[in-house]
């Protein structure tokens, strides 16, 4: 079960996922009722904008979703090629324009679950079928997925896009990489993260405040190295005491 308010009003969405029913109320739950553009019986994930209050979606666990963009009195179907992923967060939002959002897609059709992961994207709120960003990914980010972090610059605070991707010959973890586009991935590089060179072994990345970082695990060990930027272009290692060790959890 999940529920969240819609911030600055009485309105409510409530989750049922185990009867498969998503509830709406106007009026902080006096009255609650079935939205009745959503099929019940059918499992949803919940997920609410994190920059607009007037949008939410609904992800379902095939290849269906429903979307909103005024607090859930109207619902709008979109559909995607993949399922939503279980290795990375489904949805990536851009802070200043709420239309951008990332899909971060896998397609299983192995029998041992060795799946397949990749990422679409959406400049329309997912009002036309979103378009696929690149395969082989390990999650997909906009670099201006934080109110806090900047590039520097807006029009590349408006485009540009990290990836965690396969290596070019493997897909073991070892050799994964970070790229960066400005395109939509018509484009690619592999930044320098550590003193003019590239590091393999990239486990993942976030926002901390207004840093992006980067997470490297060296093969045969648990230790970590963290790399930062304060402008997704000029990267620097973070530097621990020699007694303090950084370990994959």
Request: contains cysteine; aromatic residues 12%.
């Given at each position: ?45 919940l ?20 979307a909103?963009?005024?607090?859930g ?50 400049v ?6 979103p378009?696929?960003?690149r ?11 934080s ?56 486990v993942d ?16 060990t ?28």
């Amino acid at each position: 079960m999940s529920l969240f308010y819609f911030d600055d009003t009485d309105t409510i969405l409530f989750n049922d996922r185990d009867a498969g029913i998503v509830y709406r109320t106007t009026n902080a739950g006096i009255k609650w009722d079935p939205i009745a553009q959503v099929p019940k019986g059918v499992e949803h994930f919940l997920f609410e904008h994190p920059y607009d209050n007037h949008r939410a979606y609904l992800l379902g666990g095939a290849l269906d979703h429903w979307a909103t963009d005024d607090r859930g009195e109207t619902w709008y179907q979109f559909s995607t090629e993949h399922y939503l992923s279980t290795f990375s967060a489904p949805l990536n939002f851009h802070a200043e324009d709420p239309e951008k959002i990332i899909f971060n897609a896998m397609k299983c059709d192995d029998p041992f679950m060795m799946c397949d992961e990749m990422a679409y994207h959406t400049v329309d709120g997912f009002k036309t079928t979103p378009k696929l960003l690149r395969t082989a990914t390990r999650g997909c980010y906009f670099a201006k997925s934080s109110n806090l972090f900047s590039t520097g610059d807006p029009k590349t605070d408006g485009r540009r896009i990290l990836c965690v991707a396969e290596g070019r010959y493997s897909n073991w973890p070892r050799d994964n990489r970070l790229l960066v586009s400005d395109d939509y991935f018509d484009t690619e590089e592999e930044p320098d993260l550590d003193k003019g060179r590239t590091v393999p072994g990239v486990v993942d990345m976030a926002i901390v405040s207004n840093y992006l970082v980067v997470a490297v695990k060296a093969e045969g060990t648990q230790e970590m190295a963290l790399f930062v930027t304060t402008d997704a272009e000029h990267w620097h290692r973070a530097e621990f005491p020699s007694d303090h060790r950084l370990e994959e959890d």
